[in-house]
């Protein structure tokens, strides 16, 4: 990974293309529209909210990012998007039914002009997906990856853009296991694009490897494996641009994350996590599927491996048991309800239970951590950072690294918050010093 540490200046207009324009992508951009307005509150958004301190003893200053770093403003995002069917942004909101009407009235006509370009779409990836705004059947990966190649230089172009980012947002896809032949180099990977191979090459991986070769960093926002292989790693050096993913880290993971490093630091005992949900939207039927519940089911369930270490800690999580369940239920829609049975014990062995019953909104939870993603990818890009960004861990579920080198993920949030501090104190020049703060 190379670094550099002072970013270039947020000159000009920010592209950013969100892949998959459902209620992820439209809560959103819905939302940064309205907040430029002056008609919402970016609330969630470490880097609209969070201070943090630079400098220490009589120096210490409690700083916003934008003050340590420089960010793009909201008012030079311009949006664009992909999706399998055609509704733009403003329709695609309606059906989402996220946001209250008098949350979308407002910027009804900027909503009305994203028009989703056709996607790069295969039917085995995402079976309960069935729209037709997507590329004719034949098209073969190569082709996907041109024609998305060409989507991005015309948007830059017809949008002013100097910098773009690509997020992805669509649907979780079948799982895709890394398999070394393919995935292991960019050589390999690059052959099997050109050869077509539909099972190892999703479509997700089309549009990260489009972005690249376009000079977008890339994220992703499902669990899907696109980025998270070492071709890719090696594609995103090449270009000298950042990626991060996988797996928004919104409701249950956010807790697990939270809760995980309470236990540990106390040194209680955990026999086992039961954690269920229950969903309404699109993501939930897609998730219905198990190919595609596999996807996100790998990705929760790594949450506590690296925070509970059974090798560390035999007489403590030597022996527990982990659970995820996902239940499509329509009534909810977006307002997933999730449980967590977590049994611990303590002194003696002695058993105890702590039960978590969270009424979230899933797509709310989502947005502030999309624009958080972009800006910071964005960031990054300006600062000369390539390959994996570990600093953008504190957003994701499943945190990318290189596997291949033994390299454990971070998933402990406290841990992720310090060192997406210090990378920031780091990028702005101040010390990298975390203190108890
Ligand atoms: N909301 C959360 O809390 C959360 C957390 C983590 C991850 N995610 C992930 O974010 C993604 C989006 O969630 P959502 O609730 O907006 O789902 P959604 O179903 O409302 O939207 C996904 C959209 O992606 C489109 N799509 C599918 N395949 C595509 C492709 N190949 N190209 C372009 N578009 C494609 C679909 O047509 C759909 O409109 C899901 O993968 C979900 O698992 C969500």
Redesign the pocket.
Known sequence: MEMQNKPQPAEGKLGVLV???????TTFITGVLMIRRGLGKPIGSMTQYDKIRVGHGKDAKYLHYGEIVPLAKLDDLVFGS????PDNAFQ?ALT?SVLRDRDIMPVRDELEKIVPMR???DHR??SR?D?KNIMPDGTTRAQMVENLRKDIREFKEREHCSRLVVIW????EIYVPYYEPVHGKLETLEAAIKADDKEHIA??MCYAYAALKEGAPFIM???NTTVDIPAMWELADQEKLPIAGK??K??QTLMKSGIAPILRTRCLGLSGWFSTNILG???GL??DEPANFRT?EVSKLSTLESILDGNDYPDLYGNYYHKVRINYYPPRG?NKEGWDNIDIFGWMGYPMQIKVNFLCR??I??APLLLDLVLLSDLAHRAGRSGIQRFLSFFL?SPMHDFTKNEVPVNDLFKQYTMLKDTLREMGGYDVDELID
């Open positions: 892949v998959g324009l459902g209620a992820v992508a992909w999706d399998a069917y695609a989402a996607a790069a779409f990836y995402a997906i729209g947002a669509a649907s979780t479509p997700s926002g499902a669990p797996d928004f919104t409701g939207n699109r993501d897609v998730l996100k977006d899933d797509s939870l989502a579920k």
